[in-house]
């Protein structure tokens, strides 16, 4: 199965931290989760397979499987290949986990939306509601994430599942240790304890909750796809309304000191003299973010300015007139493309990565950007032939953040693959 989290570079993302094997429950809870990340990263394998990949005694491996079986989160595959070895062929063991959920729920400027992966990658339930969170609040934006939460929990549970977790996403810098969203300019939020409020609307028996930054999230969920072809290095750059990056170098998520790495978008790269949400004029995403595109695009008062009409429907209304050869849009999206290149150049210059992700509206309207953005990327990076950066466009649509939420949280399973098992909801 390799659609779940891979490479020990995103085992490190675990908020769970390291299982310390010091006592006999603790190292069975371990082993549990060194067999089941065994099956993740390498594939199905026979009992006698794994007891020699994972060091163990094949009894003990026998017991672990047996638990896993028991708990739902693998199940017997296939008769394992002769390997050349002398004797019977083993029963392979595989993932299963299709009842083991995981939800990323994603605050954003114009909607609240969410998505749950189960164990074996299969999105199991998808939501997006437009939301205009800036004009409501955060007492209200709160409110109906809740009920978004809360139904999707409820779905999911009545067809017998576990709901292993909740990954809240917002932009902006976020406490991942307090779960508070510090200073979010473009929904106008600081200082608001955004998994304190979600704990109180869901009540006892919800799921473990957890917040992170929407962009390091999205970068974890292209990692996913990036790793299995072999990257290590990769940017992601959000196409929202603000823009920021999600680091991953050398297999790790760049948190920074305090969480707060990657807030590209309020630097100044480009001459420009436009009022930022964060207060200071110029700021890069002013000249490449949502409210530039629409700027740039369409007056005030246009369809696609309409934050109570669905956002991807907004996107794909300035695409037909784009595909209809409409100047203003065309011309709009040129300009973008010329202030996204400065940029990207610069942290191609400073991270070197193999990958740059575009997500968001850059991605949605890729067809007119890439083809402008990477000869002029090339042109400016020191570095001989860009430094191998290759810059692409993410295919997760707006789903990526929420995405990177749902993976986060099964990512738990992975770390203790108990809190899967036992029959009290966590
Ligand atoms: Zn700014």
């Known amino acids: 199965m390799k659609a779940a989290l891979q490479g020990s570079g995103v085992r490190s993302l675990a908020m769970a931290g390291p299982a310390v094997a010091r006592d006999r429950s603790s190292s069975r809870r371990a082993n549990l989760g060194m067999v089941l990340r065994l099956l993740r990263d390498e594939g199905p394998r026979s009992r006698a397979r794994i007891s020699e990949d994972?060091?163990?005694?094949?009894?003990t491996v026998?017991?672990?499987?047996?638990?896993?079986?028991?708990?739902?989160?693998i199940r017997e595959g296939e008769a394992e290949r002769d390997r050349g070895t002398v004797g019977r062929p083993g029963q392979a063991v595989e993932i299963d986990g299709s009842g083991v959920h995981g939800i990323g729920a994603e605050i954003n400027v114009d909607y609240v939306s969410l998505l749950a992966l189960n164990l074996k990658g299969e999105v199991t339930a998808e939501q997006r509601i437009p939301f205009d969170v800036r004009a409501a609040g955060p007492d209200a934006t709160l409110d109906t994430t809740a009920q978004l939460v809360a139904r999707g929990i409820e779905v999911l549970r009545r067809d017998g599942g576990r709901v292993v977790g909740v990954t809240l996403a917002t932009p902006g810098a976020t406490d991942m240790t307090t779960g508070t969203v510090g200073f979010a300019s473009n929904i106008g939020w600081?200082?608001?304890?955004?998994?304190?409020?979600?704990?109180?609307?869901?009540?006892?028996?919800?799921?473990?909750?957890h917040l992170e930054n929407d962009a390091k999230l999205g970068a974890l969920a292209e990692y996913v796809t990036a790793s299995a072809a072999g990257v290590r290095d990769l940017v992601h750059v959000t196409g929202q309304t603000g823009v920021g990056v999600g680091i991953i170098a050398g297999g790790q998520l760049v948190r920074g000191a305090g969480g707060y790495a990657g807030e590209v978008g309020h630097l100044q790269l480009v001459p420009s003299e436009q009022l930022c949400a964060c207060g200071r004029r110029g700021c890069w995403e002013t000249t490449i973010g949502r409210g530039a595109l629409l700027r740039y695009a369409a007056d005030p008062g246009d369809l696609v300015w309409d934050p109570t009409v669905d956002l991807e429907r907004r996107l794909a209304e300035l695409r037909d007139r784009a595909r209809a050869g409409d100047a203003r849009t065309l011309e709009a999206l040129q300009r973008i493309a010329d202030n996204l290149a400065p940029g990207l150049a610069l942290l191609a210059d400073i991270l070197n990565p193999r990958l740059i992700v575009l997500g968001g509206h850059f991605a949605f309207f890729g067809e007119y950007l890439l083809d402008s953005v990477t000869p002029q990327v090339r042109e400016r990076v020191m570095a001989p032939n860009a430094g191998g950066c290759e810059i692409v466009l993410s295919t997760t649509g707006l789903t990526g953040t929420a995405r990177g939420g749902a993976l986060l949280?099964?990512?738990?399973?992975?770390?203790?693959?108990?809190?899967?098992?036992?029959?009290t909801q966590r």
């Open 190 to 209: 600081r200082d608001v304890p955004a998994i304190a409020g979600l704990r109180e609307r869901l009540g006892t028996g919800a799921p473990e909750m």
């Open 54 to 59: 994972a060091g163990l005694p094949k009894a």
């Open 62 to 73: 026998s017991n672990l499987t047996a638990e896993l079986l028991e708990g739902g989160l």
């Open 409 to 423: 949280a099964l990512d738990t399973v992975y770390q203790d693959p108990t809190r899967a098992m036992t029959p």
